[in-house]
């Protein structure tokens, strides 16, 4: 059974930005080389809960109009424009996405890249939102958006692995909203909670993804 080191989460505060922030400073993160792939960023949001404090992260359900992995589950991001870094691409999704609209001084740091089966780079940028008071979500690229609190990242089943023929490696998903969401979400989700909310060092770049978000 997953026990986190202490009860770090409470309220969406400055302690916790900060408790987060020098968790992810002390962090050696993966840089993984994009070598034909494309880049990309996610946005690993944290904002507050709609009926109080309690502090939530955001994900999203991709419209399923999209010509790419629609109807998934995913955090706010896409592709780097020309010229962007990750952390300008981040934010921008975020904002274009659910209309979050975030300094640079709110972002807390970054978690490792994960390489995509369907040929992306991805670099999660871990962004302290705070106070939200509504969403819109782009109906073009977004069904819908949803605040889901940390603490289901603690739940004994985090993280729920799996064995494919396809694959040597586990495919990692976490149960949440009614269903299992996977990697690369569930990946960095598992990250978050493991090196931003418990200051570990754990690496999820392994972890597999199920074989239908491979195209």
Same mark, same amino acid.
């Given at each position: 059974?997953?026990?986190?080191?202490?009860?770090?989460?409470?309220?969406?505060?400055?302690?916790?930005?900060?408790?987060?922030?020098?968790?992810?400073?002390?962090?050696?993160?993966?840089?993984? %080389?994009?070598?034909?792939?494309?880049?990309?960023?996610?946005?690993?949001?944290?904002?507050?809960?709609?009926?109080?404090?309690?502090?939530?992260?955001?994900?999203?359900?991709?419209?399923?109009?999209?010509?790419?992995?629609?109807?998934?589950?995913?955090?706010?991001?896409?592709?780097?424009?020309?010229?962007?870094?990750?952390?300008?691409?981040?934010?921008?999704?975020?904002?274009?996405?659910?209309?979050? %609209?975030?300094?640079? %001084?709110?972002?807390?740091?970054?978690?490792?890249?994960?390489?995509?089966?369907?040929?992306?780079?991805?670099?999660?940028?871990?962004?302290?939102?705070?106070?939200?008071?509504?969403?819109?979500?782009?109906?073009?690229?977004?069904?819908?958006?949803?605040?889901?609190?940390?603490?289901?990242?603690?739940?004994?089943?985090?993280?729920?692995?799996?064995?494919?023929?396809?694959?040597?490696?586990?495919?990692?998903?976490?149960?949440?909203?009614?269903?299992?969401?996977?990697?690369?979400?569930?990946?960095?989700?598992?990250?978050?909670? %493991?090196?931003?909310?418990?200051?570990?060092?754990?690496?999820?770049?392994?972890?597999?993804?199920?074989?239908?978000?491979?195209?």
């Amino acid at each position: 059974m997953s026990v986190p080191p202490e009860n770090l989460l409470g309220r969406l505060d400055d302690a916790l930005r900060e408790r987060i922030r020098q968790n992810l400073d002390d962090f050696e993160r993966v840089v993984v %080389e994009p070598e034909g792939r494309r880049a990309a960023a996610v946005a690993v949001t944290l904002v507050d809960h709609e009926k109080g404090d309690d502090p939530c992260f955001l994900i999203t359900r991709r419209a399923t109009t999209l010509r790419n992995h629609g109807g998934q589950w995913a955090l706010p991001g896409g592709r780097l424009d020309p010229g962007e870094t990750a952390v300008d691409a981040a934010r921008r999704e975020l904002h274009e996405e659910v209309g979050v %609209e975030c300094g640079p %001084e709110q972002v807390v740091g970054l978690l490792d890249d994960y390489a995509t089966r369907s040929g992306f780079v991805i670099t999660p940028v871990v962004v302290f939102a705070g106070r939200v008071e509504a969403l819109a979500p782009d109906p073009s690229e977004v069904a819908a958006a949803y605040r889901v609190p940390l603490t289901v990242l603690e739940a004994d089943d985090v993280p729920h692995l799996r064995r494919i023929p396809e694959s040597n490696q586990p495919v990692i998903s976490i149960p949440m909203l009614g269903t299992h969401i996977h990697a690369p979400t569930a990946a960095i989700l598992f990250q978050l909670r %493991e090196v931003a909310l418990w200051g570990r060092g754990t690496r999820v770049g392994h972890f597999e993804q199920p074989v239908f978000a491979w195209r």
